[in-house]
Nanobody
Framework: QVQLVESGGGLVQAGGSLRLSCASS??????MGWFRQAPGKEREFVAW?????YYADSVKGRYTISRDNAKNTVYLQMNSLKPEDTAIYYC??????????????????WGQGTQVTVSS
């Protein structure tokens, strides 16, 4: 099986920064993505890395996804955080290109999530 474990969430003031980590099992992946889900809302795409990188418009310029392949770890650096960034953040892995990287169904495995809360 594939295991993904997120960490690094917490409470931060608006304008602050957090760095999320996602440690994964050793199986080579096509790519890794980050999603988030706010209360009462659907899970939404945030970023993906698999050679190329892609970002949701809502986070472009503020978030950076990066990888440490030796550690099988993917990071999400979040800067200039806003209250609307508050959500549970999930990492996800895909093992082939399904046609897009923007949808929940494009991914095969998911972590348990880590809470990010941004106060005003």
């Amino acid at each position: 099986q594939v295991q993904l474990v997120e960490s690094g969430g917490g409470l931060v003031q608006a304008g602050g920064s957090l760095r999320l980590s996602c440690a994964s099992s050793g199986r080579t992946k096509y790519g890794m993505g980050w999603f988030r889900q706010a209360p009462g809302k659907e899970r939404e795409f945030v970023a993906w890395s698999g050679g190329s990188t892609y970002y949701a418009d809502s986070v472009k310029g503020r978030y950076t996804i990066s990888r440490d392949n030796a550690k099988n770890t993917v990071y999400l650096q979040m800067n200039s955080l806003k209250p609307e960034d508050t959500a549970i953040y999930y990492c996800a892995a895909n093992f082939y290109y399904s046609g897009s990287v923007y949808y929940v169904h494009d991914y095969d495995y998911w972590g348990q999530g880590t809470q990010v809360t941004v106060s005003s």
